[in-house]
């Protein structure tokens, strides 16, 4: 028997159901562990999490199945779980999701609410032998709040992963986390978690073309989209039981050639999802249309509609959020998916009204009107223009504009009184509007995301049609003698 064995990790992270890559990915895991097998290598492939993005048709209409069925199909062994299989799907989706999985889910720090126990498609670490070779390979997950709305129990990973670490490295030979924590979070755990080998990243997209060495720890992540496969080459010294060799790279998944069954199973996914998605939902007899720098009937409907589910005084929504027009006639929950792709929520928070008015003061400004944004679930490009509903706004347009009036219903604003405004969750992750975080009584309406809330209120006739009427008025600032013009929603 030789001195050595060597063992290859296959990873991937951050798909988003990006699924006409997965064909080559497919090609990529299967040339390379035939290659490797018949050396007598040992080879396990994961995944990373945020597989699923319920922004495409196929995801969206199998609640995550027909990414399950992808992962099968190209051999995956074992997969932990990203935010977006966590919390975008109920938990009765997500409960359902991984019936038919061919692997194993590894996830450490979440619970099931019902039990305080692992739910019942996962388990919080596994053992996996080659021979004597024993490994473990433990899964955390980020821990956003939303779980605790959704039925879930999640747990920071730092003490679990200790505790994990401290029971298993005695009886293995090699410790691997599969951490959908993000770059950040995992170099603190390498420095701060004795006995971790290997930890294979996600969530932040990041792409290390070699990996990082933290410590006594390599840290691997793929970047996003499946636009490459990371590969981790393990040499296990068996004399000296320990690590002799440990390195990274990445494939480039388009140097492939895409594998030709599962291009044909996801064709046939498409078209199933497409056919089921087309249902009719409601009847619309204006067009609502898209524009991301000033006030629309569809922003202001989007407003509205978030008012009316959270039951708040004032509506408030980014423009940016809309990515394409509905037409009138006929309207689909596929067109809602693909105007609204984005896997976020409503949410309600109680603000004074000086915090209000600080918000649309800030909102209005061109720098972030036009603010490139990222993350928290935006699937758009802009901020956009803050729509909202239950507000008259008067304001000078400038270089930098500035709120001369507002009426709450009707009423003057009152700085010291307290109002509800109901908004996007996303709102509350990404910090853009600091005054919004200062409120009270913050309320996640969950699981249901915007165009879920959309579908339910566009039959509200009455809703649609205010949504018409302007909100946003453009005042002459002082001295320029221009006599006042109302926005663009006068005309509507």
Same mark, same amino acid.
């Given at each position: ?8 990790l296959?990873?991937? !992270?951050?798909?988003?159901s ?15 562990r035939?290659q #490797?097998?018949? *050396?007598?290598?040992h ?7 945020d @597989?699923?993005?319920?922004m495409d ?5 199998? &609640?995550?199945?027909?990414?399950v069925?992808?992962? !099968? ?8 779980i990203?935010n977006?299989?966590?919390i ?14 061919? &692997?194993?889910?590894?996830?450490g ?11 019942a498609?996962?388990?919080? %670490?596994?053992? @996996?032998?080659f021979?004597e070779?024993?490994?473990a ?5 980020i ?21 994990? /670490?401290?029971?298993?490295?005695s009886?293995v030979?090699?410790?691997?986390l599969?951490?959908?924590?993000? %770059? ?8 701060e ?11 932040? @997209?990041?792409?290390?073309p070699h990996?990082?060495r933290?410590g006594n720890t ?13 590969h981790?080459?393990?040499v296990?010294?068996?004399?000296a039981?320990q690590?002799?060799d ?6 480039? $998944?388009g *140097? %492939? ?14 078209? #199933? ?17 898209? !524009?991301w $720098?000033?006030?629309t ?11 009316k589910w959270t ?8 423009g ?18 693909k105007?609204?792709? @984005?896997?976020?929520?409503?949410c ?10 600080? /918000?649309l003061?800030?909102?209005?400004q061109? *720098? ?8 928290c679930?935006f ?18 347009d ?28 996303? &709102?509350m992750?990404n910090r ?42 453009? /005042? ?5 003698g221009?006599?006042?013009?109302r926005?663009?929603g006068d005309?509507?």
């Amino acid at each position: 028997m030789a001195d050595t064995c060597t063992l290859h990790l296959l990873h991937t !992270n951050d798909l988003h159901s990006h699924f006409e890559k997965m064909p080559q990915i497919a090609t990529c895991l299967k040339t390379r562990r035939e290659q #490797w097998e018949s *050396q007598q290598e040992h080879v396990l492939t994961v995944d990373i999490g945020d @597989h699923m993005d319920r922004m495409d048709v196929r995801s969206e209409a199998s &609640f995550g199945k027909t990414n399950v069925s992808v992962l !099968n199909r190209c051999g995956y062994q074992y997969a932990t779980i990203g935010n977006n299989e966590g919390i975008t799907l109920p938990k009765s989706k997500l409960d359902s999701m991984y019936e038919q999985a061919g &692997f194993t889910v590894i996830v450490g720090n979440l619970l099931d609410r019902a039990t305080m126990a692992p739910p019942a498609w996962a388990v919080p %670490y596994a053992i @996996h032998t080659f021979g004597e070779l024993r490994i473990a390979l433990l899964g955390m997950t980020i821990p956003f709040s939303s779980y605790q709305n959704m039925g879930w129990e999640i747990r920071e990973p730092l003490p679990v992963l200790r505790e994990q /670490v401290a029971a298993l490295r005695s009886s293995v030979d090699i410790v691997i986390l599969l951490s959908h924590l993000g %770059y950040p979070t995992d170099c603190r755990l390498a420095q701060e978690v004795e006995g971790l080998d290997v930890i294979l990243g996600g969530h932040t @997209h990041h792409t290390l073309p070699h990996g990082e060495r933290v410590g006594n720890t390599l840290i691997a992540q793929t970047g996003r989209f499946g636009e490459h496969v990371g590969h981790i080459r393990l040499v296990w010294d068996r004399a000296a039981k320990q690590i002799a060799d440990v390195s990274a790279e990445l494939f480039e $998944t388009g *140097q %492939y050639e895409p594998d030709q069954r599962l291009l044909a199973f996801l064709q046939k996914e498409h078209e #199933w999802a497409h056919a089921s998605l087309i249902r009719p939902i409601a009847r619309l007899e204006r067009d609502l249309c898209v !524009n991301w $720098t000033e006030e629309t009937p569809f922003g202001s409907f989007l407003a509205a509609s978030i008012r009316k589910w959270t039951g708040a005084e004032v509506g408030i929504a980014n423009g940016g959020l809309l990515l394409s027009d509905l037409q009138r006639g006929s309207l689909t929950f596929a067109q809602l998916l693909k105007s609204v792709p @984005h896997p976020i929520n409503a949410c309600a928070v109680t603000l004074t009204g000086s915090q209000l008015a600080a /918000v649309l003061e800030q909102a209005i400004q061109p *720098q972030i009107v036009h603010r490139e944004l990222r993350g928290c679930g935006f699937r758009g490009k802009i901020e956009g223009w803050m729509a909202v509903d239950g507000l008259r706004i008067r304001y000078e347009d400038s270089e930098e504009p500035h709120i001369v009036a507002i009426e709450v219903n009707g009423q003057p604003l009152a700085r010291e009184r307290e109002y509800r405004v109901g908004t996007v969750d996303m &709102f509350m992750y990404n910090r853009l509007f600091p005054d919004l975080l200062q409120g009270r009584e913050i309320e996640y309406f969950l699981p249901e995301m915007l165009r879920e809330v959309i579908a339910s209120t566009i039959t509200d006739t009455a809703l649609v049609q205010n949504a018409f009427l302007p909100r946003w008025e453009k /005042v002459p600032s002082p001295g320029s003698g221009h006599a006042i013009e109302r926005s663009k929603g006068d005309e509507r």
